[in-house]
């Protein structure tokens, strides 16, 4: 199997464990190992490590608020998948990489795997710990202000670098982005894309049980349990401290989240003669904060000296560990899994951690090490005082609980891989297409061939409404060919029937006239791998400039007010799922639940207005309706009745009618008020739009007007 690793990081317990599994796993499987590396030169750059290959993206990390999507990165990354083409793509860390490298992975056929070490995927400082170093309940907009407020309020790049040479702006910054509506739909633009993330991924799991369940009461459930295990090795003989003392230390980055200053002001409170603090870690920049040395140095004023032992390699962990008596792991935030502890429990060293995160799980009070509350100075130095006792320290720590080997580790993994790649297989379902037709075959089956994709065995069936004049090019689909033209609703539904009696549990609709790109069918059938979705459109582009058509739509069924959402603007950014009220049917997939629950297309409607009242109909069964902003399709539009036919303003000016007052039926009154709301509508969009003569754009929308009003059948033929 090949299998390509990612890891942002270059340091640290994730990328250490990223190490470790690469090279157990590299034994029986061809692996590579991604990284981004700052320092290095731009580019990529190879090198074959114990086991397996390492891979450097190198050059200057993305940067600012939008880096987790930045599209540099995947167009650098590109030439490595090509190459390599990895069977199994697993995300240790995305820290200088993207999150755009996720459905680039699986376009490419490579089912996707995130383990999860912190919650980057939902925080954007990673840890849920706020400014104040606090425990943050979750992300909202008000609270991700005030910890990101600088880097959302602007997109302008020379006013977030201000902000980061300038610290004293930062919190007028993020007083100012309270009142920003820009900076809160940055924060919803990153959440939803990063769920979408997880929700992509084919299988997401967590070295522990509280990272599982954390994940699950923030809207992310399915993650599954896998330990960690650490890479083989012998703890060194302990080497008594000289002087007698006990040596308390702290292992590995040296950041305010770790909470080394409660342990450094917990020191103090300890006799000198008995006891001996060791900080083994580097100063790394803490969100930009590089004060965090000179703050240690303050609180254990003379000792800082003896105390600050500075960074060590992993080469020299086991001496490290030998002149150590007691292992504190101070965390404020929520640790998930550190490696550390592992390491201490192999050298049978008794820990103080603090009581909440996962670090309970691994060690048990009393039994492997003491617990004290997070943040609690007073807390941790009568717990240090405890382990004074020879006795007590020789009978914590000494019976820990099973330690998993990164061997172990990787065979979990391995199957975790497997399972993956079934899911990858399994999640679009058994996918059919409809293309309705009406006398252009070339472009009905222009329409399919933008739906193929070789990683699904779709079933696809052209729908030609109406007798045609040329023949349909031949193709992978069948064609069913009605001897009128009954509607596009009744195109449809002859279509979808055809499918579902050929097995069928998922279905595109896709107008003749418009185009998918590539991989969007599958990425759309497995959002409706969910039972609670019951359809799922792309965004819709317009051929002709390629700006948003919509991105879903809206009717007001009140004042019967229709709203294409986003019409002219850019296409959006990010790959988020978003929830509307109804789609487009240019291009749509309904599971075969949808259809079960809300029926087909409304026949009655003949043309124009079946997608919103179906979506509407189906959103009332209780399903939802969404629109995937990472997939497209565009649209020409018109081509059935033609750009200049006036017959599309009639319509729509009945079907507005007819939709309305059967969704949501008015008496009196307020039935002619909706009515004539509806028809001043029409009549103001009629003397804007420039493609039809006035006076006839004006006439059909009379007509139309009328007929919604009188409930007159639609006419035989378009």
């Known amino acids: 199997m090949r299998l390509l690793l990612l890891d942002g990081a270059e340091s640290g317990g994730a990328a ?12 029986r499987h061809e692996v590579t190992l991604l990284r981004a590396s700052p320092s290095r030169p731009p580019g990529l750059v190879e090198s074959d490590r114990d086991g397996f290959r390492t891979v450097t993206l190198g050059g200057p990390l993305p940067g600012g608020y939008e880096a987790y999507r ?17 069977e199994v793509a697993h995300v240790n860390g995305l820290w200088g990489l993207s999150a755009r490298l996720v459905p680039e992975l699986r376009a490419r056929g490579a089912p996707v795997v995130v383990m999860l070490h912190d919650f980057w995927p939902l ?13 943050c309940p979750g992300p909202a907009p008000s609270r991700c202000r005030e910890c990101v407020g600088e880097q959302v309020l602007t997109m302008r790049p020379a006013a977030r670098s201000a902000g980061l ?6 919190p007028l910054a993020r007083l100012a982005a309270r009142a920003s509506p820009g900076s809160g739909r940055r924060l919803a633009e990153r959440d939803a894309e990063l769920r979408e993330l997880l929700r992509a991924a084919d299988a997401v799991v967590a070295p522990s049980r509280f990272l ?6 923030l809207g992310v459930p399915g993650v599954t349990c896998v330990p960690i295990g650490i890479a083989p090795g012998a703890p060194e003989e302990p080497a008594p401290d000289p002087a007698g003392r006990v040596r308390f230390g702290f292992l590995g980055s040296a950041i305010p989240s770790k909470g080394v200053h409660v342990l450094a002001a917990a020191f103090r409170a ?5 006891a001996e603090l060791r900080i083994h870690g580097g100063f790394p920049p803490y969100h930009g904060d590089t004060g965090y040395r000179a703050q240690l140095e303050g609180l254990l004023g003379p000792s800082a000296g003896d105390a600050l032992r500075g960074p060590f390699t992993r080469e020299q962990l086991p001496a490290v560990l030998a002149e150590i008596d007691v292992v504190v792991v101070p965390s404020l935030w929520e640790e998930n899994a550190p490696l550390v502890v592992l390491e201490a429990q192999r050298a049978r060293r008794p820990l103080i951690v603090s009581g909440h995160g996962a670090l309970p799980e691994r060690v048990r009070c009393d039994v492997d090490g003491l617990h004290v509350p997070p943040g609690d100075p007073d807390a941790l130095a009568a717990a240090m005082r405890r382990l004074l006792d020879p006795e007590l320290r020789g009978r914590l720590g000494a019976s820990p609980l099973p330690i998993p080997t990164a061997a172990d580790h990787a065979a979990q993994m391995e199957d975790v891989y497997a399972r993956a790649r079934r899911r990858f297989a399994e999640r679009p379902g058994s996918v059919g297409v409809v293309v309705v037709d009406r006398g252009r075959p070339e472009d009905a089956a222009g329409a399919a061939r933008s739906a193929l994709d070789p990683s699904l065995e779709a079933r696809t069936v052209i729908v030609e409404n109406g007798p045609c004049s040329e023949p349909l090019p031949e193709g992978p689909w069948e064609l069913v060919a009605l001897p009128v033209n009954r509607g596009y609703a009744a195109g449809v539904n002859a279509g979808l029937g055809v499918l579902q009696s050929r097995g069928c549990d998922r279905f595109l609709i896709l107008n003749n006239d418009a185009r998918l790109e590539p991989g969007a069918l599958r990425r759309l059938a497995e959002v409706l791998e969910d039972p609670g979705i019951g359809a799922v459109a792309p965004v819709v582009l317009r051929e002709a400039d390629g700006k948003l058509e919509s991105r879903g739509m809206r009717l007001d069924l009140r004042w019967g007010r229709h709203r294409l959402l986003g019409h002219g603007e850019d296409r959006p950014a990010g790959e988020a799922l978003v929830p509307v009220e109804a789609v487009s049917g240019a291009a749509l997939v309904a599971s075969r639940a949808a259809l079960d629950a809300a029926g087909g297309f409304d026949e009655e409607l003949f043309h124009g207005f079946e997608d919103a009242e179906w979506c509407l109909r189906l959103r009332r069964r209780g399903l939802a309706v969404a629109v995937h902003h990472g997939v497209a399709a565009r649209h020409r539009g018109g081509s059935t009745l033609g750009p200049s036919s006036p017959e599309p303003l009639r319509y729509a000016a009945r079907n507005h009618v007819r939709v309305v007052e059967k969704l949501a ?14 028809a001043g509508l029409h009549v103001a969009h009629a003397l804007r739009q420039s493609r039809v003569r006035r006076a006839a754009a004006l006439g059909a929308v009379v007509a139309g007007t009328r007929s919604g009003w009188r409930g007159a059948a639609p006419p035989e033929q378009a």
Do not use: K, T
């Not at 990165?73 to 083409?85: C, D, G, H, S």
């Not at 040479?165 to 930062?170: E, G, I, N």
């Not at 599982?212 to 009461?217: F, H, I, K, Q, V």
């Not at 300890?270 to 008995?274: I, S």
């Open 212 to 217: 599982c369940e954390r994940m699950a009461g």
């Open 123 to 135: 925080c954007p400082l990673g840890q849920l710990l706020n400014r104040r170093l606090e425990v």
């Open 70 to 86: 930045d599209r540099g990165v995947v167009e650098a990354v590109r030439p490595l998948l090509e190459r390599f083409r990895p």
């Open 270 to 274: 300890l006799d000198a003669a008995q």
């Open 665 to 678: 039926p008015r008496s009196g009154a307020g039935r002619w008020l909706r009515r004539l709301a509806i």
């Open 16 to 27: 250490h464990y990223a190490e470790d599994l690469a090279r157990a796993l590299g034994a």
């Open 165 to 170: 040479r300038l610290p004293m702006l930062a």
